[in-house]
C-alpha cells in the first residue's frame, strides 16, 4: 500500500508537502516554547535558574541570567550616546567575562552547597542571599525588559564597566 501524501516514504523519506510541514513546525517552536527558556516572572524563578546553572556548572547559562545591560548603563554615564551596535558589543563582551567569572566560582559554588533564600521584592528590585555551608552572599535582582534578572551577587567579583 503506497504511503499517503505528505507523510514519510517506507525509505523514511518526506515529500515536498512534508518537508513543508516540518519547516513550519520549526519556525512555530520558538512562540510555543520560549525558545527554551522558562519566563522569569518573578525574583524567585529568576533566582532557581541561576542557581541550577551554577549546579549544573553552566557558567554561559548563568551569566545569561544577569542584567549586563542595565549594569553596563548604571555605571556609564555615556551609556545612552553610545550606538546600539557599540553597547551591544560592551554586552557582549561583558557577558563573557562574567561567564569566565562564574566558571571560576563553580566548584565553590557546588563545595558550598548554596541554597538561595526568599527574595524580598521591592517595586523592581529584589534582595535574596545565597547561604552556603560557612558562607552567605547578597544577590540583588531587577525587573529588566519584562524579566526578572541578577543584578549583582555580593562577594563575586564584578565585571569592569565598559
Do not use: H
Not at 513543508?20 to 520549526?26: D, I, K, R, T, V
Not at 545612552?80 to 569566565?100: F, G, W
Amino acid at each position: 500500500m503506497p504511503a499517503a501524501r505528505g507523510f514519510p516514504y517506507p525509505a523514511g523519506r518526506l515529500t515536498a508537502p512534508g518537508w513543508l510541514l516540518a519547516a513550519g513546525l520549526a519556525a512555530l517552536l520558538p512562540w510555543t516554547t520560549g525558545c527554551g527558556q522558562q519566563k522569569r516572572t518573578t525574583p524567585e524563578a529568576c533566582l532557581s535558574a541561576f542557581d541550577a546553572a551554577m549546579r549544573a556548572g553552566n557558567g554561559d547559562k548563568a551569566a545569561s541570567l544577569f542584567a549586563l545591560d542595565r549594569v553596563a548603563a548604571d555605571n556609564n554615564s555615556d551609556w545612552d550616546a553610545a550606538a546600539p551596535s557599540q553597547r551591544k558589543l560592551i554586552v557582549d563582551r561583558m557577558r563573557e567575562q562574567k561567564a569566565a567569572e562564574l566558571a571560576t566560582w563553580r566548584d565553590g559554588y557546588r563545595q558550598q552547597d548554596y541554597k538561595p533564600s526568599t527574595p524580598q521584592e521591592s517595586g523592581e528590585w529584589a534582595s535574596a542571599s545565597l547561604v552556603g555551608a560557612s558562607d552567605t552572599r547578597a544577590v540583588r535582582l531587577c525587573l529588566s525588559k519584562g524579566e526578572w534578572c541578577v543584578y549583582s551577587v555580593g562577594g563575586q567579583p564584578t565585571v569592569p564597566g565598559p
